[in-house]
Nanobody, 125 residues
């Protein structure tokens, strides 16, 4: 499975961005997926995760109610809609995926087998 993330950029605080992650080479409908992020000087952390069906989702408390993760199985694409962005959201955002046999969300990055290259999001104050 290959993952290609895009959509990052520079935005002012309070603004919005949508990240996309196109998957190829694997069974997209069986992929549990996630967005992780690495802020400058910090370790990578999970931001949002979604089960393979798209019906179950989970968010880090720091992004809950501001970010929405979604999965379009027909387009083989994972999205992250980010709104009310804050300077603390500045980070490289990575999409990740793992083939699962059941429909559940996975928070730990150690459980993911496939990673995209990352896309930079910078929020100015």
């Amino acid at each position: 499975v290959q993952l290609q993330a895009c959509g990052g950029g520079l935005v002012q605080a309070g603004g919005s961005l949508r990240l996309s992650c196109l998957a190829s080479g694997g069974p997209f409908s069986r992929l549990a997926m996630a967005w992780f992020r690495r802020a400058p000087g910090k370790q990578r952390e999970f931001a949002a995760v979604i089960a393979r069906s798209g019906r179950m989702k989970d968010y880090s408390p720091s992004v809950k109610d501001r970010f929405i993760i979604s999965k379009d199985n027909a387009m083989n694409t994972l999205y992250l809609h980010m709104s009310s962005l804050e300077p603390e959201d500045t980070a490289i955002y990575y999409c990740a995926a793992v083939i699962t046999e059941s429909d559940y969300v996975l928070v730990s990055e150690d459980l993911y087998d496939y990673w995209g290259q990352g896309t930079q999001v910078t929020v100015s104050s």
